[in-house]
């Protein structure tokens, strides 16, 4: 359970540098670099739950998508390892 | 004509009719009703949104509705401008002439699910995924996926023609749609199909006027009804993406994909190192890629179980042949996932200064030879070159190649420019029209066609529709002045106001 | 063109005949309006519970967003486009749709904002003088009485606002407070009965408020942001009075007005701790602070109200509270799917559209009788009444999960269900 509280939601983590355009705060979640965005769109205010609530529905979406399309998406590595353990070659 | 955007200019009389046929709830005369029908995703300057604001816009409910609208409107020859999803991107659903937008997307009723024949039959205003929403849960699925999949409707796929990301593998619209109810511009209400029975995949008997009828992007009538056929729902989807380390061979690879005959094969990509340069801005799989990826490949394999391994082994023997990396399941998964819907965000825009700005999604989407790809992906890029050079309000957004059919034998060339619609002035328009024209003739110089998908109707490749069809086009003509002798459908799309003009 | 100062005047011609009012909403809306404008594709369509039952494109937030460039370029005025945007439940199912959101929301600190843009569209219309006669009359009637005039003629007031707790020994203040929403607290008492004896049942320490308005979402959500405020300050000021530090809130509206409109008005000053119920209700089924254990023969199917699950992502806890009951058989829907499902009650469109929400409502009936059910159980108050409605003609009861909850610990509920 999470309680809300103003502070917490409006101090996001410290970013990393991923590359010269890219940023990450939260794990696996990249963001853009704000420099890119201080002359024609100015970013708007996040709280850090909303940053986590996109990424989460945007998993939950995807896995739904693979549902909706098929019972199962199958996995290449796995295919992949039998092939290059000569099992795969019929 | 007289462009003024201000109150409707047609007569009393007119309304009155209408009102009649549909009550007055379903006529709409409000400004914010015209205005939001006056525009589709396509870009086009913003100051000039006027020029395309309908007169009214009416909200039939049924077949024998639509065909009273069109009555009407024939007889006082006033304009009609089919509209379904509004998702289209050649303007199709645009007014060029005022008069009134029929909106059909109170026509998406399931009418019937036959699970034997595997057909069902709906109102063309409806989504397919919302469709399949209510077919998996029968085991069955409407296999129509462009990459507007949720927003798109069965009569805008219907009016365009459209192409489908799975198309390889169970066709594309026109092979989906068995057959469909229309409303002619006279206002008679036929059927077509595969000759005459409803639920016909394949006949002979007299003209195949299926195919005359879709693709016309509204100007020979307006589809209230459609028999769709129907798949098992896939058992096993498979969707791997590689990467390489330059465009060459990713291009051998993808061609050799294409061409393995497999039988679960529903499609294959080709992204260069431009599309690569722009995922890079902002996608998550991209983002952390080492530089030396700088081409994509992906397949996609629907189907049986046991089918989608055996054919997905043979695809990985394949790539893994050709030098690729496998970019893993991840990426494979969740990107594969992400091209039903994702498309283009108006922040990837970035200004020659890196700076972001929100800019809109145009794609120029050619038919072209396996064999031609490399030629066109040159010239294309840099006719965008020079038009940014030109004018910075546009972004050269890469391209992508994706195969058309089973046998690899074309593929929609899609290259993505972004347009910053805020500056878009009409110095800028200007170029950008030209650049267009110049694209289209590029296709064409290369033995191919300007559309694969939504059609060849806007400013600039319009005009080269002539040359591409040759003979062909004066039978359009002569069909349109057929089948429309007012002129009433969706009049100035494909340069068809000729007909009436010159003797065809 | 080189990078320049970020364009903030509005369109060309010296502001198009617009007030000063109107300009700086439009400057302040320009880029993400053009952010949707341009792209145009409408995958939020489908999704949209409005759309699904009148398919009219001019209720879309495809086009809520296109007429603010409209107005921008000088073609539509506030008085053309305020009636549009009636119809909106602020559910927020578009706004997560939208690729411009689930895809790159977050990585551009940027999304589709389509719940905050009809609200403030609705404000506009006001600050212009135009009114919807039912949202008018609604908030003259909340002002006046501080609740929402939930039972119609029957007058709501200060003094009746704890009637709902009779019985139960809740203590007025201290660190934790329960807030009831009005619709809660008048019409369907059981739930905040329910909600009172489970705290209590769990041994958890609240009381409730010394002096309760309206938590003025609904004034904001019609764009009577003045009352809003109001409304605002005067709980937060009763709150730091009585030495409040923790809310609890049963009612998924109430919970994004605390997080969301609160914060916003008060900024950094906000030191006040939410807790949605629900949430600390499955901890306490996780902890062994509750133990359901009376079955409860019914088969049931999960309504995800729109606030929590589209506009929160709250969609887990609620679950692990059904799967928690015994004897429930649960046809449960998956969250994405619902990602299109509405009651029909929020935003104020049961006020200017009860027909609207009717009709919402009915079609979200209809998919859960589909799934052959003789319940459908929901999170959110206001929802409960239009299903309710809607439930009669099709055999299903529509119970809160907080009373079922209740039930199966072994609580005599008491209260109104409102039938
Ligand atoms: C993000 C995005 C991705 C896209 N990806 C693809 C893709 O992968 N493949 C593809 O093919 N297209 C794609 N498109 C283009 C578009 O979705 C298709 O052209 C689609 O077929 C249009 O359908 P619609 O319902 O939106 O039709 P509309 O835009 O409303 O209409 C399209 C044309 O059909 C006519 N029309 C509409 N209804 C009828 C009717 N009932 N009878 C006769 N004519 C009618 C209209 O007059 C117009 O000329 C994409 C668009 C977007 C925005
Ligand atoms: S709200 Fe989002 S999905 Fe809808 S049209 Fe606008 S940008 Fe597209
Ligand atoms: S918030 Fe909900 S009701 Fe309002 S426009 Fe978006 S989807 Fe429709």
């Given at each position: 359970m999470s309680a809300y509280r103003f502070e917490e939601q409006h101090t996001p983590p410290p970013a990393r540098q991923v590359t010269d355009v890219a940023v990450e705060r939260f794990e696996h979640i990249f963001e853009v670099?704000?420099?890119?965005?201080?002359?024609?769109v100015a970013q708007q205010l996040f709280p850090n739950w909303d940053t986590l609530r996109i990424a989460a529905s945007r998993g939950d979406h995807l896995e739904w998508m693979h549902r909706h399309w098929a019972a199962e998406a199958v996995s290449g590595q796995k295919l992949l390892d039998e092939l290059d353990a000569g099992d795969g070659d019929r | 004509m007289t462009i003024t955007g201000t109150a409707p200019q047609l007569s009393d009389r007119v309304l009155a009719e209408l009102t009649d046929a549909?009550?007055?709830?379903?006529v709409l005369t409000s400004k914010t009703a015209r205005y939001n029908r006056a525009r589709v995703p396509a870009p086009f300057p913003?100051?000039?949104?006027?020029?395309?604001?309908?007169?009214l816009v009416v909200l039939p409910g049924s077949a024998e509705q639509v065909a009273e609208v069109v009555r009407i409107a024939n007889a006082h020859r006033i304009p009609i401008v089919p509209r379904d999803g509004?998702?289209?991107?050649?303007?199709?659903?645009?007014?060029?002439?005022r008069g009134i937008v029929v909106d059909v997307?109170?026509?998406?009723?399931?009418?019937?699910?036959?699970l034997d024949n595997r057909t069902c039959t709906v109102g063309t205003g409806i989504n397919m995924l919302k469709l399949n929403e209510v077919l998996g849960a029968h085991g069955?699925?409407?296999?129509?996926?462009?990459?507007?999949y949720p927003c798109s409707l069965v009569g805008g796929r219907i009016g365009t023609s459209g192409w489908s990301l799975v198309g390889s593998r169970f066709g594309h619209t026109r092979d989906l749609v068995l057959s469909f109810e229309l409303v002619l511009p006279t206002g008679k209400l036929i059927r077509v199909g595969?000759?005459?029975?409803?639920?016909?995949?394949?006949s002979s008997s007299g003209y195949q006027l299926k195919h005359l009828f879709m693709g016309h992007q509204g100007t020979l009538g307006i589809a209230t009804e459609a028999t769709l056929k129907l798949y098992p729902k896939p058992e096993a989807e498979f969707s791997p993406f590689w990467a390489f380390p330059d465009f060459d061979s990713a291009y051998r690879c993808v061609g050799e994909l294409a061409r393995?005959?497999?039988?679960?094969?529903a499609g294959a990509v080709l992204f260069d190192e431009w599309k690569v340069d722009y995922l890079r801005r902002d996608d998550e799989a991209y983002?952390?890629?080492?530089?030396?990826?700088?081409a994509l490949v992906c397949a996609v394999a629907y189907g049986n179980d046991d089918e989608v391994r055996a054919g997905g082994r043979r695809l990985l023997r394949i790539a893994r042949d050709a030098g690729a990396r496998y970019l893993g399941d991840e990426i494979s998964h969740g990107d594969w996932a992400a091209r039903h819907d994702r498309y283009a965000t108006p922040l990837h825009g970035r200004t020659p200064a890196g700076q972001v700005a929100p800019m809109s999604w145009h794609c120029e989407d050619a038919a072209i030879n396996y064999t031609n790809l490399p030629a066109v992906r040159r010239e294309w890029h840099s006719i965008v070159a020079r038009l940014r050079d030109k004018h910075p309000i546009f972004d050269d957004w890469g391209m992508f190649f994706y195969t058309s059919a089973d046998t690899g034998v074309d593929y929609l060339t899609e290259i993505d420019v972004g347009i910053w619609e805020q500056e878009l002035d009409d110095a800028a328009w200007a170029a950008w029209v030209d650049a267009k024209r110049d694209i289209a003739a590029v296709a064409l110089n290369h033995?191919?066609?300007?559309?694969?998908?939504?059609?060849?109707?806007?400013?600039?490749?319009?005009?080269?529709v002539p040359l591409e069809l040759g003979g062909g086009y004066d039978v359009m003509l002569q069909v349109k002045r057929a089948l429309d002798p007012n002129n009433i459908?969706?009049?100035g799309k494909y340069g068809l106001q000729r007909a009436y003009e010159e003797a065809p | 063109m080189t990078d320049t100062?970020?364009?903030?005047?509005?369109?060309?011609?010296?502001?198009?005949?617009?007030?000063p009012v109107t300009m700086e909403f439009l400057a302040d809306w320009r880029n993400a309006a053009y952010n949707c404008f341009s792209s145009g594709?409408?995958?939020?369509r489908e999704v949209c519970p409005v759309m699904q039952v009148?398919?009219?494109?001019?209720?879309?937030p495809t086009a809520f967003h296109a007429n603010v460039v409209a107005m921008e370029q000088g073609e539509l005025t506030v008085e053309d486009v305020a009636?549009?945007?009636?119809?909106?439940?602020?559910?927020g199912a578009c706004e997560l749709r939208c690729p411009n959101t689930l895809f790159t929301g977050d990585f551009y600190r940027f999304r589709t904002r389509t719940v905050d843009l009809v609200k403030q569209m609705r404000a506009l219309a006001v600050d212009n003088g135009v009114h919807q006669p039912g949202y008018r009359r609604w908030n003259e009637l909340t002002d006046e009485r501080?609740?929402?005039?939930?039972?119609g003629d029957v007058p709501v007031s200060q003094d009746r606002v704890?009637?709902?707790?009779?019985?139960?020994?809740i203590p007025i203040g201290g660190e934790t407070i329960l807030f009831v929403d009005c619709e809660a607290a008048f019409y369907r008492t059981s739930v905040p009965r329910a909600v009172a004896q489970l705290l209590q049942r769990a041994g958890y320490e609240f009381g409730l408020m010394r002096e309760q308005w309206c938590c003025g979402g609904p004034a904001a959500e019609m764009g009577y942001r003045d009352q809003s405020r109001r409304f605002a300050e005067h709980n937060l000021a009763d709150w730091r009075a009585s030495g409040v530090k923790r809310v609890l809130v049963l009612d998924p509206h109430d919970y994004i007005t605390f997080t969301e409109d609160y914060p916003a008005y008060f900024g950094d000053d906000y030191d006040i701790e939410i807790v949605l119920v629900v949430e600390l209700l499955a901890q306490f089924l996780a902890e062994g602070r509750l133990t359901p254990t009376v079955p409860i023969e019914r088969t049931i199917t999960y309504h995800d109200p729109c606030r929590l699950?589209?506009?929160?992502?709250?969609?887990q806890e609620p679950r692990q509270i059904l799967r928690a009951i015994p004897g429930l058989t649960f046809h449960d829907v998956d969250r994405v799917t619902q990602w299109?499902?509405?009651?029909?009650?929020?935003?104020g469109l049961p006020v200017e559209k009860p027909e609207l929400t009717a009709r919402i409502s009915a079609s979200r009936l209809d998919k859960a009788a589909e799934l052959d059910v003789d319940t459908l159980v929901s999170a959110c108050p206001w929802s409960e009444r239009p299903l309710s409605e809607a439930g009669e003609a099709r055999a299903i009861d529509v119970v809160d999960i907080h009373e079922l909850l209740a039930e199966s610990v072994g609580i005599e509920v008491g209260g109104s269900t409102g039938r």
């Amino acid at each position: 359970m999470s309680a809300y509280r103003f502070e917490e939601q409006h101090t996001p983590p410290p970013a990393r540098q991923v590359t010269d355009v890219a940023v990450e705060r939260f794990e696996h979640i990249f963001e853009v670099d704000p420099k890119l965005m201080t002359v024609h769109v100015a970013q708007q205010l996040f709280p850090n739950w909303d940053t986590l609530r996109i990424a989460a529905s945007r998993g939950d979406h995807l896995e739904w998508m693979h549902r909706h399309w098929a019972a199962e998406a199958v996995s290449g590595q796995k295919l992949l390892d039998e092939l290059d353990a000569g099992d795969g070659d019929r | 004509m007289t462009i003024t955007g201000t109150a409707p200019q047609l007569s009393d009389r007119v309304l009155a009719e209408l009102t009649d046929a549909l009550g007055g709830e379903y006529v709409l005369t409000s400004k914010t009703a015209r205005y939001n029908r006056a525009r589709v995703p396509a870009p086009f300057p913003v100051h000039r949104w006027r020029e395309r604001v309908p007169d009214l816009v009416v909200l039939p409910g049924s077949a024998e509705q639509v065909a009273e609208v069109v009555r009407i409107a024939n007889a006082h020859r006033i304009p009609i401008v089919p509209r379904d999803g509004g998702t289209g991107l050649t303007d199709g659903a645009v007014p060029e002439r005022r008069g009134i937008v029929v909106d059909v997307k109170r026509l998406d009723d399931i009418k019937e699910i036959d699970l034997d024949n595997r057909t069902c039959t709906v109102g063309t205003g409806i989504n397919m995924l919302k469709l399949n929403e209510v077919l998996g849960a029968h085991g069955l699925i409407y296999p129509d996926d462009p990459a507007s999949y949720p927003c798109s409707l069965v009569g805008g796929r219907i009016g365009t023609s459209g192409w489908s990301l799975v198309g390889s593998r169970f066709g594309h619209t026109r092979d989906l749609v068995l057959s469909f109810e229309l409303v002619l511009p006279t206002g008679k209400l036929i059927r077509v199909g595969d000759g005459g029975g409803r639920k016909v995949s394949k006949s002979s008997s007299g003209y195949q006027l299926k195919h005359l009828f879709m693709g016309h992007q509204g100007t020979l009538g307006i589809a209230t009804e459609a028999t769709l056929k129907l798949y098992p729902k896939p058992e096993a989807e498979f969707s791997p993406f590689w990467a390489f380390p330059d465009f060459d061979s990713a291009y051998r690879c993808v061609g050799e994909l294409a061409r393995a005959g497999v039988a679960t094969f529903a499609g294959a990509v080709l992204f260069d190192e431009w599309k690569v340069d722009y995922l890079r801005r902002d996608d998550e799989a991209y983002i952390p890629q080492p530089a030396d990826v700088r081409a994509l490949v992906c397949a996609v394999a629907y189907g049986n179980d046991d089918e989608v391994r055996a054919g997905g082994r043979r695809l990985l023997r394949i790539a893994r042949d050709a030098g690729a990396r496998y970019l893993g399941d991840e990426i494979s998964h969740g990107d594969w996932a992400a091209r039903h819907d994702r498309y283009a965000t108006p922040l990837h825009g970035r200004t020659p200064a890196g700076q972001v700005a929100p800019m809109s999604w145009h794609c120029e989407d050619a038919a072209i030879n396996y064999t031609n790809l490399p030629a066109v992906r040159r010239e294309w890029h840099s006719i965008v070159a020079r038009l940014r050079d030109k004018h910075p309000i546009f972004d050269d957004w890469g391209m992508f190649f994706y195969t058309s059919a089973d046998t690899g034998v074309d593929y929609l060339t899609e290259i993505d420019v972004g347009i910053w619609e805020q500056e878009l002035d009409d110095a800028a328009w200007a170029a950008w029209v030209d650049a267009k024209r110049d694209i289209a003739a590029v296709a064409l110089n290369h033995g191919g066609s300007i559309s694969a998908c939504h059609g060849s109707c806007r400013e600039g490749e319009v005009d080269l529709v002539p040359l591409e069809l040759g003979g062909g086009y004066d039978v359009m003509l002569q069909v349109k002045r057929a089948l429309d002798p007012n002129n009433i459908m969706n009049p100035g799309k494909y340069g068809l106001q000729r007909a009436y003009e010159e003797a065809p | 063109m080189t990078d320049t100062e970020p364009t903030t005047s509005a369109g060309a011609a010296g502001g198009n005949g617009h007030e000063p009012v109107t300009m700086e909403f439009l400057a302040d809306w320009r880029n993400a309006a053009y952010n949707c404008f341009s792209s145009g594709h409408k995958f939020c369509r489908e999704v949209c519970p409005v759309m699904q039952v009148t398919r009219n494109e001019s209720w879309t937030p495809t086009a809520f967003h296109a007429n603010v460039v409209a107005m921008e370029q000088g073609e539509l005025t506030v008085e053309d486009v305020a009636e549009d945007y009636v119809n909106c439940t602020q559910c927020g199912a578009c706004e997560l749709r939208c690729p411009n959101t689930l895809f790159t929301g977050d990585f551009y600190r940027f999304r589709t904002r389509t719940v905050d843009l009809v609200k403030q569209m609705r404000a506009l219309a006001v600050d212009n003088g135009v009114h919807q006669p039912g949202y008018r009359r609604w908030n003259e009637l909340t002002d006046e009485r501080t609740h929402e005039p939930v039972l119609g003629d029957v007058p709501v007031s200060q003094d009746r606002v704890r009637d709902w707790a009779e019985g139960l020994d809740i203590p007025i203040g201290g660190e934790t407070i329960l807030f009831v929403d009005c619709e809660a607290a008048f019409y369907r008492t059981s739930v905040p009965r329910a909600v009172a004896q489970l705290l209590q049942r769990a041994g958890y320490e609240f009381g409730l408020m010394r002096e309760q308005w309206c938590c003025g979402g609904p004034a904001a959500e019609m764009g009577y942001r003045d009352q809003s405020r109001r409304f605002a300050e005067h709980n937060l000021a009763d709150w730091r009075a009585s030495g409040v530090k923790r809310v609890l809130v049963l009612d998924p509206h109430d919970y994004i007005t605390f997080t969301e409109d609160y914060p916003a008005y008060f900024g950094d000053d906000y030191d006040i701790e939410i807790v949605l119920v629900v949430e600390l209700l499955a901890q306490f089924l996780a902890e062994g602070r509750l133990t359901p254990t009376v079955p409860i023969e019914r088969t049931i199917t999960y309504h995800d109200p729109c606030r929590l699950n589209k506009r929160k992502g709250i969609w887990q806890e609620p679950r692990q509270i059904l799967r928690a009951i015994p004897g429930l058989t649960f046809h449960d829907v998956d969250r994405v799917t619902q990602w299109s499902y509405c009651s029909g009650g929020g935003g104020g469109l049961p006020v200017e559209k009860p027909e609207l929400t009717a009709r919402i409502s009915a079609s979200r009936l209809d998919k859960a009788a589909e799934l052959d059910v003789d319940t459908l159980v929901s999170a959110c108050p206001w929802s409960e009444r239009p299903l309710s409605e809607a439930g009669e003609a099709r055999a299903i009861d529509v119970v809160d999960i907080h009373e079922l909850l209740a039930e199966s610990v072994g609580i005599e509920v008491g209260g109104s269900t409102g039938r």
